[in-house]
């Protein structure tokens, strides 16, 4: 079964870090884009940044950009996403997802495998 496991998620203050991992199993990262996603009650799942299948590109939404920083370990089949200076904002259950078109890589649509998703709770 082709699935996505989200882990490090919790509960922090404003102003601290946390470091997300995903990992892959019965499927190869390597091949795919990685997404991050993000979302809250009530709202739509919001784009948080991706990265090429070689790690060589990345990108990220504008309310996160110097903040959070994506990136991949093809040998370990895993996905990072390393959030610093944590917001009362980021508070949200963050995916990780698996796709393949690079210059859709802010669309949920392009992306074909998803996780269940982990809690980032960020207090004031």
């Known amino acids: 079964q082709v699935q996505l496991v989200e882990s490090g998620g919790g509960l922090v203050q404003a102003g601290g870090s946390l470091r997300l991992s995903c990992a892959a199993s019965?499927?190869?990262?390597?091949?795919?884009?990685m997404g991050w996603f993000r979302q809250t009650p009530g709202k739509e799942r919001e784009f948080v940044a991706a990265?090429?299948?070689?790690?060589?590109?990345?990108g990220y939404s504008d309310s996160v950009k110097g903040r959070f920083t994506i990136s991949r370990d093809n040998d370990k089949n895993t996905v990072y996403l390393q959030m610093n200076s944590l917001e009362v904002d980021d508070t949200a259950v963050y995916y990780c997802?698996?796709?393949?078109?690079?210059?859709?890589?802010?669309?949920?649509?392009?992306?074909?495998?998803w996780g269940q998703g982990t809690q980032v709770s960020v207090s004031s």
């Open positions: 997802a698996a796709g393949a078109a690079w210059p859709k890589r802010d669309s949920q649509a392009a992306y074909n495998v």
């Open positions: 019965s499927f190869t990262l390597s091949f795919y884009t």
């Open positions: 990265i090429t299948s070689n790690g060589l590109s990345t």
